[in-house]
């Protein structure tokens, strides 16, 4: 436990239901004591039979609703409403909220709030990193996907992928779609909003290990919308953490701003369980130590989602950088002298 309180974004392009999907949360018993972010100007997201009072401030206007939650609408800076909610939770202002959800506009790139997260220095050591959650629209996602830069940013980075209006199109387009989500995001979980049985469980942070686990044994490489490409690999051999942290510190520096997505699971020398990894552009996730493999086979796993950045290229430098730190570690071949 860090002490740190989550902040957890719900994502989409225009029109995808969002707002919907935030009011079945904020009706989900284990999630009623929320504060709720709502960055989306002149928008009322929340019914308006949810809120009992309304406390108008500089940055925000703070609305107690009938749940328990804290709901505020972000007319600013988002670092300056996430600093104020914090402040007016410590001195008991609003109810002692456990969790941030954070409602986005139709266009925004969610990559820039995680990131703020671990380098302004006072939100550091109070917020951490939620779930990042993407609604697709089911009859216009395709074209969106297509079309729309921001819509694949958004997809790219999110943690799990929900298809919405999926009963105003028929099952072969909400199949298809499905399909290009899954290999837009291969580390994320694509569900249909309407098979959606927990609302608690879609800010659950489920290990890596469970997200990879389908990537096991098969190398996949694709190009899907305009300069968006997914790659999901394995390493068979398990790898040094000195020069993996290294190679991966050197791409992070060199091309962040074109990394939407990394995640691995990483068989370590001298570590039984494997090792989680979880990142977004130049923002690199502290290591989780895993106490067992998912399936009980030891195997690297790492997924990759970059825009203007080959994959491949990526791939293929990981593989030579460790090829060429275990060559310079190997002793020299003596050949013996003959006889």
């Not at 609003?94 to 709030?113: N, Q, Y």
């Not at 502290?286 to 790492?302: F, M, Q, Y």
Request: with cysteine.
């Amino acid at each position: 436990m860090t002490g740190k309180l989550p902040l957890h974004i719900l994502t989409g392009f225009l029109g995808s239901g969002k707002t919907a999907l935030l009011n079945r949360m904020l009706r989900s018993p284990g999630l009623t004591d929320s504060a709720i972010l709502i960055n989306e100007i002149g928008a009322v997201a929340i019914d308006h039979h949810l809120v009992q009072q309304v406390d108008r401030g500089n940055a925000l206007d703070i609305m107690v609703l009938k749940g328990g939650c804290t709901c505020c609408t972000v007319r600013g800076d988002l670092v300056e409403a996430l600093r104020v909610l914090h402040a007016r939770r410590a001195e008991g202002q609003v109810p002692p909220f456990p969790r941030v959800i954070l409602e986005t506009t139709g266009l925004a790139d969610p990559a820039p709030v995680l990131f703020t997260l671990v380098s302004d220095p006072v939100l550091r050591p109070r917020f951490e990193a939620g779930i990042v959650i993407a609604t697709v629209d089911a009859v216009h996602g395709a074209g969106q996907l297509e079309r729309h830069p921001e819509c694949r940013k958004q997809v790219a980075v999110a943690d799990r992928l929900i298809v919405t209006k999926s009963d105003m199109t028929g099952a072969e387009t909400v199949a298809r779609l499905a399909a290009v989500l899954a290999r837009l995001n291969p580390a994320a979980g694509v569900v249909d909003v309407r098979g959606l049985d927990s609302l608690e469980s879609l800010l659950a942070k489920s290990p890596l290990a469970q997200e990879l686990g389908s990537n096991r044994r098969h190398d996949v490489h694709a190009e899907h919308t305009p300069g968006v490409m997914a790659a999901a690999f394995t390493l068979d051999e398990p790898i040094e953490w000195a020069p993996f942290s290294v190679w991966l510190s050197l791409l992070s520096h060199a091309h962040g701003d074109k990394l939407l997505r990394f995640k691995a699971l990483l068989d370590v020398t001298g570590w039984n369980g494997p090792v989680a990894l979880d990142g977004v552009h130049h923002l690199i996730h502290p290591p989780t130590h895993l106490p067992e493999w998912p399936d009980g086979e030891r195997a690297s796993r790492i997924v990759l989602i970059a825009q203007g950045l080959s994959t491949h290229g990526i791939e293929r430098s990981l593989r030579k950088f460790l090829a060429t730190h275990r060559a310079n570690r190997e002793p020299p071949v003596v050949a013996a002298a003959s006889r």
